[in-house]
């Protein structure tokens, strides 16, 4: 039996695993095409500000597994989640434990509706990885996990799976409510991305000028309203905290969403300014800035509704 099992060999999946597998743990990554040939040709390459490391860490693919793994911590996007939980529910064996990592607040229900008798934890991953040339780079500020259980029995999974990862010398806490936090950071994610996106700037230069500063603080106020009427209670000064937060990047910074967009990646655009326009017609909540934002990327092309 694979015991733990990192779903998606892209920046976080292989930053997650080679910390995992460095501290000792039993660790498989899910890869496909050619990153797994890659990975077993040349091991798992990191670079970092302490230096840079080579990891042999072992790879399959999903026709290798034989049957579900103790747990399993999904790491691709958002759009790719429906084919991982598909192929995780025909595993045979008793099913294992979820960890989600996708940004937006939906993966997490996904995970759990489609994977009934899982006990489901989601997490909110702060840090910037990106994997260039078959190197995965951390740049940036250090990055910290929080962690709640959504959804299934296990009451002791979450603890363990952040010993783990402290463990595994990756900053991780339990979330006070998970869900509170991944509202938080969709209102930072769908806002800037959104905001920086329909206006062609980097999101480090959005709040340089006042115009674009108070366009963001009415995105963010929607994704606080939605929150609200969605049962989540966002702190009251959530919004002044994410925009000072935000004037502090540097000007030239961008967010994953605008780079996928500009670039014409596959985005996670539909887990952020989608989901935002999605679920505010479904509660009946006013997002004007949201629907302008749609709207425009819409209509230039940008943006791959699911
Ligand atoms: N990168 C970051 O700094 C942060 C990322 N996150 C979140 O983490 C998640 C992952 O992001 P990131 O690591 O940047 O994304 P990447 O695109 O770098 O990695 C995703 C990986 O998943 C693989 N994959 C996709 N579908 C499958 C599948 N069905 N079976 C096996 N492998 C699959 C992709 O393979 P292929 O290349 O073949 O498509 C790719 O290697 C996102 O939801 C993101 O929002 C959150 C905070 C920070
Ligand atoms: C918005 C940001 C920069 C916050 O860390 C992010 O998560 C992203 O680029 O997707």
């Keep these: 039996m694979v015991e733990t099992l990192v779903i998606g ?13 460095r501290a000792g743990n039993e660790v498989t990554l899910l890869a496909r095409g050619r990153r797994l040939d890659q990975l077993r040709r040349e091991g798992l390459r990191i670079a970092s500000a302490s230096g840079f490391e080579t990891v ?18 999904i790491c691709t996007k958002t759009c790719d989640l429906p084919h991982v939980l598909d192929r995780l529910r025909i595993l045979p064996g008793a099913s294992g434990r979820i960890v989600t990592l996708q940004n937006g607040v939906e993966a997490p229900d996904q995970a759990a509706r489609s994977l009934s008798d899982s006990t489901i934890l989601a997490g909110r991953v702060h840090g910037f990885f990106e994997l260039r040339e078959g190197t ?10 929080l962690l709640g259980r959504t959804a299934g029995p296990d009451e002791r999974a979450v603890d363990q799976v952040v010993q783990q990862l402290k463990a595994a010398g990756i900053a991780s806490a ?18 800037l991305g959104g905001v920086a996106s329909y206006l062609r700037i980097p999101a480090g230069s959005v709040m340089l000028s006042p115009c674009s500063a108070a366009m963001l603080r009415r995105a963010m106020a929607e994704v606080s309203a939605l929150a609200r ?31 996928d967009l500009m670039a ?19 509660r009946n909540v006013p997002v004007p800035t949201f629907l302008e934002i749609d709207r425009a990327l819409f209509s230039a092309g940008f943006g791959n509704r699911t």
Excluded: M, N
Aim: charged content about 25%; overall charge neutral; aromatic content about 6%.
């Design 229 to 259: 009427v969605s049962g989540i209670d966002l702190p009251s000064d959530c919004v002044d905290r994410t925009l000072i937060f935000t004037a502090k990047f540097p000007p030239d910074a961008t967010t994953s969403l605008q780079r």
């Design 9 to 21: 060999a892209g920046a976080i999946g292989s930053f997650v695993a080679a910390r995992l597998h």
């Design 136 to 145: 995965v780079r951390h740049v940036g500020v250090d990055p910290d996990i």
């Design 264 to 282: 014409g990646r596959t985005s996670e655009y539909d887990a952020l300014v989608g989901a935002v326009v999605r679920l505010a017609r479904s």
């Design 56 to 73: 042999q860490i072992p790879a399959l693919e999903w026709d290798q597994l034989e049957g579900w793994p103790r747990q399993s911590i």
């Design 174 to 191: 339990v979330a006070q409510d998970i869900r509170v936090e991944l509202w938080r950071k969709l209102l930072l994610a769908a806002s």
